[in-house]
């Protein structure tokens, strides 16, 4: 469900969102007050060499208010810092060009001022990038219709020579700013990709320890409820024998230690034989045979997990590594599988044949593997049985059961 969601959003809506912490956009904002500090030192020395004193109070006034932003920004007034910071430097601009004109090129400095906001703020401040970006843009346009449609004539006037120069170190100072941002935010869109494909393997690897893996591409592709009738499976279910007594004298640690090497062992049992794990209910373990797909010979590859199942606890019992017991039925027949619901998706099973599995397991005996006839039907080739006596299944009826056992030549 969380791979759901990941896929449906557009990479470039989250490009400048995901990975952009605040602390990269303090870094970005202390350096945007630098070079404001540093471009206004040289602007107001060259006003100074041409005698226009008041282009250098204005721009020596502008070093005290960036340092005075700077300030803000070490003392935590982050983002009032910011907004300041861009609507300052945008007036301090067209001021500058007030003084100067628009043939010295110093107009390209607003092209970079709309990219600013893309960096300086962090994502929980994305709702004042736009806006502050806007503001530049309006002063672009707002100083052409100055110079352009009324015909506002500078204070300072340049020579030729200084104009070319002039234009030439303006065009400059902004593509290589605009380079090293744009630079900036392409790597917040790759940060954002290698983010979105993690969290998309992350979610498709918990989904398919969730469900089975075709059972979760429908449900991806929106395939909802599923629900397949399956004719020919084997439903194993197993139960420690002794684990509520174990319980009583364990720690929780060497309780949860315990069951969780039993379990662990019984899932590397369901992928050697594939079979589908379905659930655990406590301390009871139940797989399938047979489904999602159909596999042949499913009762037998069901049986033999349930001999090194049982194999596996009597040697655990042998060594003195617990006192447990297991108890194991299975039985063969047709299912309903699926999905149903919309939170805590779970591949289950229902119908007849689940109940007469799970019948066989609680009316068997601890350290037997009881079948039912449908299920030694299909497997007594491979397998010996001993006939039960009739015994009374609770919504059954007298049932014939048998205890499975392997044939002496297999038997290890």
């Given at each position: 469900?969380?791979?759901?969601?990941?896929?449906?959003?557009?990479?470039?809506?989250?490009?400048?969102?995901?990975?952009?912490?605040?602390?990269?956009?303090?870094?970005?904002?202390?350096?945007?007050?630098?070079?404001?500090?540093?471009?206004?030192?040289?602007?107001?020395?060259?006003?100074?060499?041409?005698?226009?004193?008041?282009?250098?109070?204005?721009?020596?006034?502008?070093?005290?208010?960036?340092?005075?932003?700077?300030?803000?920004?070490?003392?935590?007034?982050?983002?009032?810092?910011?907004?300041?910071?861009?609507?300052?430097?945008?007036?301090?601009?067209?001021?500058?060009?007030?003084?100067?004109?628009?043939?010295?090129?110093?107009?390209?400095?607003?092209?970079?001022?709309?990219?600013?906001?893309?960096?300086?703020?962090?994502?929980?401040?994305?709702?004042?990038?736009?806006?502050?970006?806007?503001?530049?843009?309006?002063?672009?346009?707002?100083?052409?219709?100055?110079?352009?449609?009324?015909?506002?004539?500078?204070?300072?006037?340049?020579?030729?020579?200084?104009?070319?120069?002039?234009?030439?170190?303006?065009?400059?100072?902004?593509?290589?700013?605009?380079?090293?941002?744009?630079?900036?935010?392409?790597?917040?869109?790759?940060?954002?990709?290698?983010?979105?494909?993690?969290?998309?393997?992350?979610?498709?690897?918990?989904?398919?320890?969730?469900?089975?893996?075709?059972?979760?591409?429908?449900?991806?592709?929106?395939?909802?409820?599923?629900?397949?009738?399956?004719?020919?499976?084997?439903?194993?279910?197993?139960?420690?024998?002794?684990?509520?007594r174990f319980a009583g004298k364990s720690s929780p640690r060497?309780?949860?230690?315990l069951l969780n090497e039993i379990f662990t062992e019984f899932?590397?049992?369901?992928?050697?034989?594939?079979?589908?794990?379905?659930?655990?209910?406590?301390?009871?373990?139940?797989?399938?045979?047979?489904?999602?797909?159909?596999?042949?010979?499913?009762?037998?590859?069901?049986?033999?997990?349930?001999?090194?199942?049982?194999?596996?606890?009597?040697?655990?019992?042998?060594?003195?590594?617990?006192?447990?017991?297991?108890?194991?039925?299975?039985?063969?027949?047709?299912?309903?599988?699926?999905?149903?619901?919309?939170?805590?998706?779970?591949?289950?099973?229902?119908?007849?044949?689940?109940?007469?599995?799970?019948?066989?397991?609680?009316?068997?005996?601890?350290?037997?593997?009881?079948?039912?006839?449908?299920?030694?039907?299909?497997?007594?080739?491979?397998?010996?049985?001993?006939?039960?006596?009739?015994?009374?299944?609770?919504?059954?009826?007298?049932?014939?059961?048998?205890?499975?056992?392997?044939?002496?030549?297999?038997?290890?």
């Amino acid at each position: 469900i969380k791979y759901q969601k990941l896929r449906s959003i557009d990479m470039n809506q989250i490009a400048f969102d995901i990975p952009r912490d605040e602390k990269k956009a303090r870094i970005l904002t202390r350096i945007a007050l630098l070079v404001s500090i540093f471009i206004a030192i040289v602007a107001g020395t060259l006003a100074g060499t041409r005698g226009a004193y008041y282009a250098v109070i204005i721009n020596y006034l502008g070093i005290v208010i960036y340092g005075i932003l700077f300030w803000l920004h070490w003392n935590s007034k982050v983002l009032l810092a910011r907004l300041a910071f861009l609507l300052i430097a945008n007036i301090h601009l067209l001021v500058i060009l007030l003084f100067v004109g628009r043939e010295l090129g110093a107009w390209v400095h607003f092209i970079l001022l709309m990219l600013v906001p893309f960096a300086i703020f962090a994502r929980k401040q994305r709702k004042f990038i736009l806006p502050m970006s806007f503001l530049a843009f309006a002063m672009l346009i707002g100083t052409y219709v100055i110079f352009e449609i009324f015909q506002f004539q500078p204070i300072i006037s340049w020579e030729r020579g200084i104009k070319n120069s002039r234009v030439l170190v303006n065009l400059t100072l902004v593509s290589i700013g605009s380079i090293l941002l744009m630079r900036f935010l392409r790597n917040v869109q790759f940060q954002a990709e290698d983010r979105l494909e993690e969290e998309h393997r992350r979610s498709e690897d918990l989904l398919l320890n969730v469900l089975p893996a075709s059972i979760a591409e429908r449900l991806k592709n929106g395939e909802q409820p599923i629900a397949d009738l399956l004719g020919e499976v084997t439903i194993l279910f197993a139960d420690i024998v002794g684990f509520t007594r174990f319980a009583g004298k364990s720690s929780p640690r060497e309780l949860i230690d315990l069951l969780n090497e039993i379990f662990t062992e019984f899932d590397r049992l369901a992928d050697k034989y594939r079979l589908e794990k379905i659930k655990t209910i406590g301390d009871c373990y139940m797989v399938v045979a047979g489904l999602p797909e159909p596999v042949e010979k499913h009762a037998i590859i069901a049986c033999r997990m349930a001999f090194e199942m049982q194999k596996f606890i009597h040697d655990g019992l042998a060594k003195g590594k617990h006192e447990l017991q297991i108890r194991i039925g299975l039985h063969s027949g047709s299912v309903i599988a699926g999905v149903i619901g919309t939170k805590k998706f779970s591949y289950d099973l229902w119908g007849d044949a689940v109940n007469t599995a799970s019948r066989m397991e609680s009316n068997g005996t601890p350290g037997e593997i009881t079948v039912t006839s449908e299920t030694y039907t299909l497997v007594r080739e491979e397998f010996e049985g001993i006939r039960r006596e009739p015994i009374e299944i609770k919504g059954k009826g007298v049932m014939t059961t048998w205890y499975l056992k392997q044939k002496k030549e297999k038997q290890t």
